[in-house]
């Protein structure tokens, strides 16, 4: 199956994903993930696990884990995050 996600990573638009995944990603809950590849990103030492998310108010997108496991561990929406700092900007004038 094809899902259309939004990669602010490496600029990725489509990934193909299997048939249980792309079920697990429409059936389930918002910040539901589904694993895809590990890739390294400019400036990095390794390879990290990336993840397909489902952010209920954005569609899907491409994150890899925030924080450190055990401890304020999630995945950002980077539209969510970008109206969270549009809304601070407002407010502060
Ligand atoms: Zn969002």
Redesign the pocket.
């Known amino acids: 199956m094809i899902v259309c996600v939004h990669d602010s990573h490496f600029g990725i638009q489509k990934f193909k994903i299997s048939l249980k995944d792309w079920i697990k990603l429409h059936l389930e809950v918002e910040g539901t993930s589904v694993y895809v590849f590990d890739a390294r990103k400019q400036g990095w030492s390794g390879d990290l696990p990336f993840y397909i998310v489902k952010?209920?108010?954005?569609?899907y997108?491409l994150d890899y884990l925030h924080g450190f496991p055990g401890y304020n561990e999630g995945f950002d929406?980077?539209?969510?995050?970008k109206?969270l700092s549009a809304d601070e900007g407002f407010s502060s004038q």
């Open positions: 952010c209920g108010k954005h569609g997108f929406c980077p539209f969510c995050l109206e």
